[in-house]
């Protein structure tokens, strides 16, 4: 008999937040998560003015802003002479719904989904359980699961993989994910220290080779992120010890800070070939994978689980052929590979590795010109949205 009810493997923003916009077309589903609860490694912490709307269609942006902050500066520093190019999303005010970006650590958002989630009658959340097996046939998909209550087989009609960057949906379905391994790794920190004392704002991108970093305000308790950069062939266990050296070099005042917690990461630019293989669905970073700077890695996850919500809820509702399932896959790779791929891979060079002084001039001109002009402001704002994928059902988004 075919099943109409949809898994979601992975807990991770852009599981959730497909989860919460299938339960509220009366979808019925389930999450499965592998760890006991959310993950909470210092990743994403700044979500862009675009995605903003797609939070709200789901109902959770009020309470992420409320539990975070709503964010309208940015500030461009040239570590080396001090220099700070600001510029404010209000460029955009009167064109967009929210002329801000929103402030709050991704397990903040993936606790007030799974909240939501939880007061759904079509929804369930399932810790400790991880997904293991898959086979299809044209009716549904049957997951194979490990949970401490044993093995078991879950029956669904379609099952979306958000398991993230290691994803065992992806492995299961042989897919490949070309591309290429950056050689350096990121270290994200997690900071108490008074950036704006010295003239930061809520969100900076700090230029320089080889003390460059991306620093945005976590809280208004004083915690803020600083992501820096170091080659991936230095030891990983011996980050700490060459922390205080980073510090110390890119703090802008005085030297003295708390380390609240940190993680390393080794960054790609790497995309499967196909993201739906017949009831299997790919989305997030286990689809597509990017260096982090710029944001463009989870506001890539979620532009893919606000169309994908809607088009498999109108294939599960009869109101959309399968094939928009492949329009999907084609459509989101085609975002992450024309936009958000290179865009990020352009940003990272320009943050940390400036080759030269005239190239960077050159990029910084830019910057200074806009802060001049709010009509370039606009401009640069604007190109967030080129990530996005209008509504495939022809739904008009907001
Ligand atoms: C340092 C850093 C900073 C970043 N900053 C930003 C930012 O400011 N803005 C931005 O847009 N992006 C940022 N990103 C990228 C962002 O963190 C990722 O794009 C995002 O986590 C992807 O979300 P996801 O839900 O697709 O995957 P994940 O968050 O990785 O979630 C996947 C989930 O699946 C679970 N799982 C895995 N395997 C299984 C299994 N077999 N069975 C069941 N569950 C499983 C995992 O436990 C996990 O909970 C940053 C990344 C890094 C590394």
């Given amino acids: 008999m075919r099943r109409d009810n949809v898994i979601v493997v992975g807990a991770g923003p852009t599981g959730l937040v497909t989860a919460l916009g299938l339960a509220r077309a009366g979808v019925e589903v389930t999450v499965l998560e592998s760890d006991p609860a959310i993950v909470d490694s210092p990743r994403a912490v700044v979500y862009h003015w675009a995605v903003l709307d797609g939070l709200d269609r789901v109902g959770i942006l009020e309470e992420a802003i409320r539990t975070g902050?709503?964010?309208?500066?940015?500030?461009i520093v040239v570590l080396k002479t001090g220099e700070k190019i600001r510029l404010n999303i209000n460029a955009l005010a009167g064109e967009v719904t929210h002329p801000y970006q929103v402030h709050l650590g991704q397990d903040k958002l993936a606790e007030i989904a799974v909240a939501h989630l939880l007061r759904s009658p079509h929804a369930r959340v399932r810790w400790s359980t991880r997904v293991v097996g898959l086979r299809q046939d044209g009716a549904g998909v049957s997951v194979s699961v490990v949970s401490p209550a044993g093995p078991e087989r879950l029956e669904a009609g379609w099952v979306i993989g958000a398991d993230g960057g290691h994803s065992t949906v992806r492995q299961l379905l042989g897919l490949r994910m070309d591309g290429m391994t950056w050689p350096e790794r990121?270290?994200?920190?997690?900071?108490r220290y008074d950036f704006a004392r010295y003239g930061y704002a809520p969100?900076?991108?700090v230029i320089d080779a080889p003390y460059g970093a991306i620093v945005a305000?976590?809280?208004?308790?004083?915690?803020?992120?600083c992501t820096y950069c170091e080659a991936d062939s230095l030891p990983e266990e011996t980050i700490l010890e060459r922390m205080p050296a980073y510090f110390q070099a890119a703090l802008p005042g005085e030297k003295r800070y708390e380390l609240v917690r940190y993680s390393p990461y080794r960054m790609h630019q790497r995309c499967v070939d196909r993201m739906?293989?017949?009831?299997?669905?790919?989305?997030?970073?286990?689809?597509h994978i990017t260096n982090p700077t710029g944001g463009l890695g989870l506001t890539s996850g979620l532009y893919d689980a606000y169309v994908l919500h809607e088009a498999?809820?109108?294939?599960i509702h009869g109101e959309a052929d399968e094939g928009v399932l492949d329009r999907y896959s084609e459509e989101r790779r085609r975002a992450f590979l024309e936009h958000a791929s290179p865009e990020a891979s352009n940003f990272k060079r320009m943050v940390y590795h400036a080759k030269s002084d005239e190239e960077l001039q050159a990029q910084l001109e830019g910057f200074r010109a806009a802060a001049r002009d709010q009509s370039l402001q606009r401009l640069i704002f604007l190109t967030a949205k080129?990530?996005?994928t209008p509504s495939l059902i022809g739904r008009p988004a907001r």
């Fill in 276 to 287: 739906r293989v017949g009831r299997v669905v790919l989305a997030g970073d286990a689809a």
């Fill in 217 to 225: 305000k976590i809280d208004h308790a004083g915690l803020w992120r």
């Fill in 312 to 315: 498999l809820a109108a294939v």
């Fill in 186 to 191: 990121f270290v994200a920190t997690n900071i």
């Fill in 69 to 75: 902050f709503a964010n309208p500066e940015l500030c």
């Fill in 386 to 388: 080129k990530l996005e």
């Fill in 203 to 205: 969100a900076n991108v």
